[in-house]
């Protein structure tokens, strides 16, 4: 045994340590080493080296300056004049300083809210300010402005009387000054303003007061004024000397010099008149009486004027000139005056009216003589001796067209009223596309629509193409017209216009894409959409962390591993080990509970599972005859904390289009194995016999799990994930209620992609092949349904780029439908009749037809293309496009039968989301862009072909938009389960796990379902 000699290696240690230590020199923080200082003289200077980490002294004569560690300033200290002053310590010389490391380590600094004494009685209130005490003034006043108030020095205030202006208060007295310490009145104020109209007297309190004296009598000074009294303060004149002798042809005066004086206005009486005399009286004023002298008015219109009672009167002269056409008249300026007027008058001749004077004499009217007699078939004259004259002209009613029949109306004039006939009406002949075509394109290339347009009636005037004017050629009526089509359903609207302005149109629909789709019932995937449908699993829908109900994938797993029999792991006849004269059998292994954990992962999803809290019996049989000697046979048992399984679950889609699961890295940990026996020597030989047990067990153990793994769990995932698929048949009801059209939608897996959280988001996206189909065929034999090619591919509504699955990966679960995918479902619908029926009038709704003349109504629909939903061109909408759904209709209206062929083309918003039973609805709103050609097949009915359409158009349209749902769903499917029930040892059907859907969204011909699982 190696000895000890811990406390020596100490005791040497320390002896190393001190003689390490027994140096003749010291070492400061800074590394520098510092001997004794001498300065090898006396001592007769001061020692002092400024030094603070230095003890400084006079050794033999000799200073000696020793470096002292604790002397020295530390790092939170100022060294100022080779003084250590700890941070924040005051200056004891100023108050007002303090050491700061911070601001500065070598001086003080200003420390403004220190407490300080300026010294100085007079001031109070000191503080620091930039380092130094300072005081506000100290305030000495009395009140009193008798005394000048100071501090005397010492802290006191002093008051001393002085002479200085003041006021004593009495504003009667002027000057006052100061004496004694009070203020001493002055002289006596004068309050005389020199006005007999006032009294003058003082009030200490207002000063001087002036108070009128009204009514008192007083003198102006003006010789003109007889009488003058007082009124507020002024001397105002009453009465005033009028001077009058009484005499009106005189101006009375006052002057304040002279007294009354008297002016003559006798000459001022002049009236102008040369019919008056003038004169003034003394009594009546101006007087001015008449004369009978010769005079002039100033009038040219009279003669012999002279005055007479004081105007000037003269004979007037002759003006009448004996002319109708003039107006006779005199002005006095200008004399007499014979002007041309405008009245009627009559030139003799019967065919003016409304003659009129002009320039002296009568004018013919400008107005003839009304001949009109209302008759456009005849022409009016008229003879200057007779009057009107009226000749027929019918004759010249005749166009030469033989589409017309001519006559004239007194009203309107010729009738030229185009014969119905079909010869006489435009006719539209489409040589391509033909009706109901499937085209196959290429991109940028448009689609060039031939034909010819011809009327009997004449020349085509106007022909357009979906508003487009369209050249024809005048001698073969030929025309070809490009037409950029879109993606999905295409309508042409032909109208052309003849000579005559008879109108006619055609309607007809073709599909066109560059790729197109057509699946077969007996071939499973042909013809399918790849990837048509898209599922993510977000990390919450693999494993929420959620007890249950299973509400996520981890419950698959939970189910699983409850259920093991981790008994069946081992055969109790058989020895898990033979060791030390004993067979060890493990009769039982039983668990209390199971935690697992799923996890996305770049390859698929990482497991973790733990059996936890596992149990069982041991059972040790003898085999020597020494076990024998020291007890026998025994029991015992083993404990297990935890068995903790991890592997990766790899995700792959195999050839067969199905989704597989292996196992990979997969590794098994036993956390904590207790093993006892009931026999105490038995127990004793565990400490040997353990690891052969652990051996045997632990072995077992991994082996059995990791097959339960692959042989299971994986498969068990694998058919989880592959009921994802869409695999189901659904009844869509026809459109006239008559049945219902089954349609199979199916799907299987083409690609899978998981993922992390880094960069996330994290879970696994599926995509799927999918395909619908009806297994009976409803549309009838041949032409145009046989011919047509599928469903038309989106093609990223040919902009040159591949459609793509969009899958936004936002919410815990989401299924994607491509819109080629919601087309095939919407084909296989046509193609088992959705389109076929016979429409009964009741569907109209309450109308009653026989308001418009109708009785006896059929309507056979036929749909001649399928319906696709499309978001190309309609502004990113998703619209159904149904083309050329054709009606033959027969009818009799008022009486007449008809029989017609009509072509109907239209759209209406389409969705596809959450149904209100948590199933996928196809919902259809309400129609718009509605084209409609109506063709009646005899012509004897052309006449109600206008009528027809008009009535279609209000009451057959909105009838179709409420086959179609009116915004109710039109039909809808159930969306795939999971059944757990086997993998928990239950029923089928007992434990699902089933989609809840929570909204929808649209992007890039996609539509996406958001939800989780439930």
């Given amino acids: 045994m190696r000895p000890n000699h811990g406390p020596l290696w100490v005791i040497l240690c320390v002896f190393a340590l001190m003689y390490g230590c027994a140096d003749d020199t010291t070492s400061n923080s800074s590394g520098n080493n510092r001997a004794n200082n001498t300065n090898n003289g006396d001592c007769s200077s001061d020692c002092n080296d400024d030094d603070a980490c230095t003890e400084d002294a006079c050794v033999e004569g000799q200073c000696v300056n020793t470096y002292e560690e604790t002397l020295c300033c530390t790092a939170d200290q100022c060294e100022i004049d080779g003084e250590c002053y700890d941070n924040g310590e005051a200056s004891a010389d100023n108050p007002c300083q303090v050491c700061l490391v911070a601001v500065d380590a070598a001086a003080w600094s200003s420390d403004a809210t220190a407490t300080c004494d300026d010294g100085d009685p007079c001031t109070m209130d000191d503080v620091c300010v930039a380092g130094q005490c300072e005081g506000s003034p100290f305030v000495c006043d009395d009140g009193n402005p008798c005394t000048d108030d100071v501090c005397d020095g010492a802290g006191a205030c002093e008051f001393n009387n002085n002479t200085a202006p003041c006021e004593d208060g009495d504003l009667c007295t002027d000057g006052d000054t100061c004496g004694g310490g009070t203020c001493q009145s002055g002289q006596a104020a004068t309050c005389?303003?020199?006005?007999?109209?006032?009294?003058?007297?003082?009030?200490p309190a207002t000063g001087c007061v002036n108070t009128p004296e009204d009514g008192v009598s007083c003198d102006d000074g003006d010789i003109c004024s007889t009488a003058s009294v007082c009124e507020n303060g002024v001397c105002i004149v009453s009465e005033v000397d009028s001077c009058d002798d009484s005499d009106v042809c005189t101006i009375d005066f006052c002057?304040?010099?002279?007294?009354?004086?008297?002016?003559?206005?006798?000459?001022?009486?002049?009236?102008?008149n040369p019919c008056t005399d003038e004169a003034c009286d003394a009594a009546q004023g101006c007087?001015?009486?008449?004369?009978?002298?010769?005079?002039?008015?100033?009038?040219?219109?009279?003669?012999?004027?002279?005055?007479?009672?004081?105007?000037?009167?003269?004979t007037p002269v002759p003006v009448d000139d004996g002319n109708l056409c003039t107006d006779d008249a005199c002005d006095p300026a200008t004399g007499v005056m014979n002007v041309p007027n405008t009245l009627p008058c009559d030139d003799n001749d019967a065919c003016t009216v409304g003659d009129t004077c002009g320039s002296g004499s009568c004018q013919p009217g400008t107005t003839p003589l009304a001949c009109d007699d209302n008759d456009v078939c005849t022409t009016d004259s008229c003879d200057s001796a007779s009057g009107c004259v009226f000749t027929d002209i019918s004759s010249t009613c005749d166009d030469g067209n033989a589409c017309t029949t001519d006559s004239c109306d007194a009203v309107n004039g010729c009738q030229n009223t185009v014969i119905l006939s079909f010869a006489c009406r435009p006719t539209i002949t489409v040589t391509y596309p033909p009706r109901a075509a499937t085209i196959t394109g290429t991109l940028g290339q448009p689609v060039v629509v031939t034909g010819t347009v011809a009327s009997g009636a004449g020349a085509i005037s106007t022909f357009t193409i979906n508003g487009v004017n369209v050249a024809v050629d005048p001698a073969t009526g030929a025309f070809s017209h490009a037409y950029t089509p879109r993606v999905g359903s295409n309508t042409l609207v032909f109208?052309?216009?003849?000579?005559?302005?008879?109108?006619?149109?055609?309607?007809?629909?073709?599909?066109?894409?560059?790729?197109?789709?057509?699946?077969?019932?007996?071939?499973?995937?042909?013809?399918?959409?790849?990837?048509?449908?898209?599922?993510?699993?977000?990390?919450?829908?693999?494993?929420?962390?959620?007890?249950?109900?299973?509400?996520?994938?981890a419950a698959i797993f939970e189910g699983v591993f409850a259920n093991l029999d981790i008994s069946s792991f081992f055969d109790s006849s058989t020895p898990i080990t033979s060791s030390a004269g004993y067979d060890i059998y493990l009769t039982s292994l039983s668990f209390n509970d199971t935690d697992v954990a799923l996890q996305a992962t770049d390859t698929g999803i990482a497991i973790q599972a733990a059996i936890l809290d596992i149990s069982g019996d041991l059972v040790f049989d003898c085999t020597s005859f020494g076990c024998l000697l020291l007890g026998g046979d025994s029991t015992g048992g083993l404990d297990i904390d935890s068995i903790v399984v991890t592997a990766d679950l790899v995700f792959t889609v195999q050839p067969d289009n199905t989704i597989a699961v292996t196992i990979q890295n997969s590794n098994t940990s036993i956390n904590n194995l207790n093993i006892f026996s009931n026999n105490g020597f038995t127990n004793f030989l565990l400490s040997i016999i353990e690891p052969f047990i652990l051996g045997g067990i632990v072995g077992d153990l991994e082996t059995e799990l990791n097959t339960q793994l692959n042989s299971a769990v994986g498969p068990l995932l694998g058919d989880a994930f592959n009921a994802l698929a869409f695999n189901l048949v659904f009844d869509l009801p026809k459109l006239d209620g008559s049945g219902t059209v089954s349609v199979a939608l199916e799907s299987d897996f083409s690609s899978s992609d998981f993922n992390d959280a880094s960069p996330g988001p994290q879970g696994g996206q599926l995509d799927l092949r999918a395909w619908a189909t009806a297994a009976t065929r409803g549309v009838p034999a041949g032409s145009p349904f046989d011919q047509n090619l599928g469903v038309p591919m989106r093609i990223d509504c040919a902009s040159g780029m591949t459609q793509a699955m969009v899958v936004p990966q936002s919410a815990p679960l989401e299924i994607v439908f491509a819109d080629d995918t919601i087309n095939q479902i919407l084909r296989a619908a046509w193609w088992g009749g959705f389109l076929q029926f016979p429409l009964d009038p009741a569907a109209l709704g309450s109308v009653d037809l026989s308001q418009f003349g109708v009785s006896n109504l059929n309507l056979d629909v036929s749909g001649w293309l399928?319906?696709?939903?499309?978001?190309?061109?309609?502004?990113?909408?998703?619209?159904?496009?149904?083309?050329?759904?054709?009606?033959?209709?027969?009818?009799?209206?008022?009486?007449?039968?008809?029989?017609?062929?009509?072509?109907?083309?239209?759209?209406?918003?389409?969705?596809?989301?959450?149904?209100?039973?948590?199933?996928?609805?196809?919902?259809?709103?309400?129609?718009?862009?509605?084209?409609?050609?109506?063709?009646?097949?005899?012509?004897?009915?052309?006449?109600?072909?206008?009528?027809?359409?008009?009535?279609?158009?209000?009451?057959?349209?909105?009838?179709?938009?409420?086959?179609?749902?009116?915004?109710?769903?039109?039909?809808?499917?159930?969306?795939?389960?999971?059944?757990?029930?086997?993998?928990?040892?239950?029923?089928?059907?007992?434990?699902?796990?089933?989609?809840?859907?929570?909204?929808?969204?649209?992007?890039?011909?996609?539509?996406?379902?958001?939800?989780?699982?439930?």
């Fill in 866 to 1014: 399928p319906p696709v939903a499309a978001d190309c061109g309609t502004g990113g909408q998703l619209l159904l496009q149904i083309g050329d759904l054709r009606i033959d209709a027969t009818l009799d209206l008022f009486g007449q039968p008809i029989t017609a062929i009509v072509y109907v083309s239209f759209e209406a918003p389409i969705s596809l989301g959450p149904g209100p039973s948590g199933d996928i609805a196809i919902t259809v709103s309400s129609i718009q862009n509605v084209n409609l050609e109506v063709s009646v097949q005899d012509e004897a009915s052309l006449g109600a072909e206008a009528a027809l359409q008009s009535l279609l158009e209000t009451e057959l349209v909105p009838a179709l938009g409420g086959l179609l749902g009116g915004g109710q769903p039109l039909a809808s499917f159930p969306l795939p389960e999971i059944d757990l029930s086997s993998a928990l040892g239950q029923p089928p059907g007992t434990s699902l796990i089933s989609i809840a859907t929570s909204g929808s969204t649209r992007s890039g011909g996609n539509t996406i379902i958001s939800g989780a699982l439930q």
């Fill in 287 to 314: 007087i001015y009486p008449f004369n009978t002298d010769a005079c002039d008015d100033g009038s040219l219109c009279t003669m012999m004027d002279t005055c007479s009672q004081g105007s000037c009167v003269g």
């Fill in 255 to 272: 002057d304040s010099a002279d007294g009354c004086g008297h002016d003559d206005i006798s000459d001022r009486c002049a009236d102008s």
């Fill in 495 to 553: 109208e052309a216009v003849d000579a005559l302005t008879t109108e006619e149109n055609r309607v007809q629909a073709f599909h066109w894409s560059t790729d197109y789709t057509l699946p077969n019932a007996a071939m499973p995937g042909v013809g399918s959409v790849d990837p048509g449908l898209g599922i993510w699993l977000g990390q919450q829908t693999i494993d929420s962390g959620q007890p249950p109900p299973p509400t996520h994938l």
């Fill in 192 to 203: 005389d303003d020199q006005n007999g109209c006032t009294t003058d007297s003082c009030d």
